[in-house]
């Protein structure tokens, strides 16, 4: 049986009215695979990473998405309905920033058993026991469980936060810079904790950063974005290690010797 | 207070002009054929504040006919100034029979309760609704909330439930008790407690919301099924009382509690008037009345 790409993006371009904010974008994601996109601020990669998370709808080119429950679809043509219902169950989305991802008002068990809840399951003492599970797998304290969000430090809160979008036991995870804002020992941890989690889950990733150090920790796969446009693209090691074009060769250069 | 015939009087007959009515009705028509829908609908400026009932006037004004017989209830109580004045206005507006008892009312405007008195087909039940948005306090943005309706995406209601029950053990929640409507819309069924809740399940009479302030109307068709959320293992329940009504001594009904003196002491009364005074009634005869506490 042949191997299809998990995701398959060609020519997407995405234009602010004058401004384009990625432009040509084209490329597989495999299953099992974690893609990095690295680049300054304002080179695209959000928005980018929006658009194939069928957050933006992008002006030209397409996301096609190998879908464990329906096949081969198309992100963007999708029904509303049916776009929703893949991203809370197939898909994750890591925020940035864990207040945009989680519910604050209520309590870290609601916050993991939301989408099991969204999905149909009525059991408050299975919620709770896949919620006790899912704690312990991210490492918060399980007495924390009925605590909310806005006790929790950051480093908590992201690790809350990818606990909320894994308990579905999703296919492709989104994450737009998961270790941004956080000091650098709570960033080890939260490396640690995905790099475990993507190896034993089989999780495919596609992973938006500005950090090299996380790009290559993390990632298979690297590509550079400068200017909404990719200007190279390959296996991290190489990327890093080898850097071809001289937006890249820059940004390696730019990494602040400890 | 002299009556004035209808059609001297400076008002349309049922307050309203006909336009208007016609346009309630027809948000009516729409929300009987989407059960547990919101429709949207032009309130109107009515000669009562927001949270009084605006909502229950402008549909009972739309449907009310000479032929109807109107009863009004606030707090399952005939005799106080909510039910009183609506009472008399439609007596004064619409020319319209008024009664306190369930069984002779064709339409019964409510605020905040379900008549103990097994409704029947034919009859109209009109509640006064102050926030028709069952998710509004989990989802503050209007659009949004019409998106999960519109995708029937419900995960974060049961989110609440479930916050409920970390917290305090139990789902705590005993009034405006969410409820699902044909399988298909989250329903506030307005601020009733949930013991009444299972009397919209199925019930014959037809059930219509209207809400002032946020300008909605909804309703529930004769007979349409509306279940209270709960989880498997915490099933929906509802109160009960170890005591029995002071005065009628029903054990079967709402009772509110009451306190009659400055020692504390406490006394149980049917909230809903009308059933209490027919069970005294019933019970005249069989056995010696009940003083009530001193």
Not at chain 1, 134 to 162: A, C, H, K, N, Y
Not at chain 2, 140 to 155: D, F, K, Q, V, W
Not at chain 2, 199 to 222: F, H, N, T
Not at chain 2, 250 to 257: G, M, N, V
């Amino acid at each position: 049986m042949t191997v299809r790409p998990l995701l398959s993006v060609r020519d997407l371009t995405k234009r602010f009215g004058n401004r384009v904010a990625c432009r040509d974008v084209a490329f597989d994601l495999w299953p099992g695979e974690v893609l990095g996109i690295v680049g300054e601020s304002g080179s695209g990669k959000t928005t980018l990473l929006n658009c194939l998370a069928g957050r933006m709808t992008p002006d030209t080119g397409s996301v096609i998405y190998d879908s464990n429950a329906s096949g081969l679809v198309d992100v963007h043509g999708l029904s509303e309905a049916r776009r929703r219902l893949l991203t809370r169950t197939e898909w994750g989305f890591v925020n940035q920033d864990a207040r945009e991802g989680l519910r604050m008002g209520v309590s870290a068990g609601a916050n993991i058993g939301e989408r099991l809840m969204a999905i149909g399951e009525r059991h408050y003492g299975e919620i709770r026991r896949t919620a006790t599970d899912w704690l312990g797998r991210v490492e918060i304290e399980l007495d924390r469980l009925d605590d909310r969000p806005t006790d929790f430090s950051g480093g908590m809160r992201q690790r809350l936060q990818i606990a909320r979008n894994l308990v579905s036991n999703p296919w492709l995870v989104f994450m737009d810079e998961p270790t941004g804002g956080l000091d650098v020992s709570v960033q080890a941890r939260i490396l640690d904790l995905l790099r475990g989690l993507v190896e034993n889950l089989h999780l495919s990733a596609v992973l938006v950063t500005h950090d090299l150090g996380v790009a290559r920790l993390l990632t298979h796969r690297l590509m550079v974005m400068q200017g909404g446009r990719v200007v190279e693209d390959g296996l991290t090691d190489q990327v890093l290690d080898d850097p071809q074009h001289a937006y890249t060769q820059m940004l390696v250069s730019s990494i602040l010797p400890v | 207070m002299p009556d004035i015939p209808i059609q001297e009087a400076a008002y349309n007959y049922a307050y309203l002009d006909e336009q208007t009515k016609r346009m309630i009705r027809r948000a009516i028509l729409k929300a009987v054929a989407v059960p547990g829908y919101q429709v949207p609908f032009g309130g109107r400026e009515m000669p009562l504040p927001y949270g009084w009932g605006t909502g229950g006037i402008q549909v009972t004004a739309a449907i009310i006919g000479r032929d109807d017989t109107l009863k009004v209830i606030d707090q399952g109580a005939d005799d106080t100034t909510n039910a009183v004045s609506i009472r008399r206005f439609f007596a004064r507006v619409a020319d319209v029979a008024t009664t306190t008892r369930t069984e002779e009312a064709s339409v019964i405007q409510t605020r905040h309760r379900v008549p103990e008195t097994p409704l029947k087909e034919g009859q109209i039940l009109v509640f006064q609704v102050p926030i028709p948005e069952p998710l509004r306090m989990l989802e503050p943005r209007e659009t949004e909330t019409r998106t999960l309706h519109a995708l029937s995406e419900y995960g974060v209601m049961q989110v609440s439930l479930y916050e409920s029950i970390a917290r305090h053990g139990r789902i705590a929640k005993t009034y405006n008790y969410p409820v699902m409507v044909n399988d298909r819309y989250i329903m506030s069924p307005s601020p009733i407690p949930k013991f009444d809740n299972p009397k919209l399940d199925r019930s014959p009479a037809l059930q219509l919301y209207g809400a002032g302030r946020e300008k909605r109307i909804y309703a529930v068709p004769p007979y349409t099924p509306v279940k209270s959320l709960d989880f498997d293992d915490h099933p929906f329940e509802i109160e009960t009382w170890s005591e029995s009504c002071a005065l009628c001594g029903s054990r079967e009904s709402f009772l509110d509690e009451m306190i009659v003196d400055d020692t504390g002491k406490r006394l149980f009364l049917c909230s809903d008037t009308d059933w209490c005074q027919e069970r005294q009634g019933e019970h005249q005869g069989e056995q010696p009345q009940e003083e009530p506490a001193k």
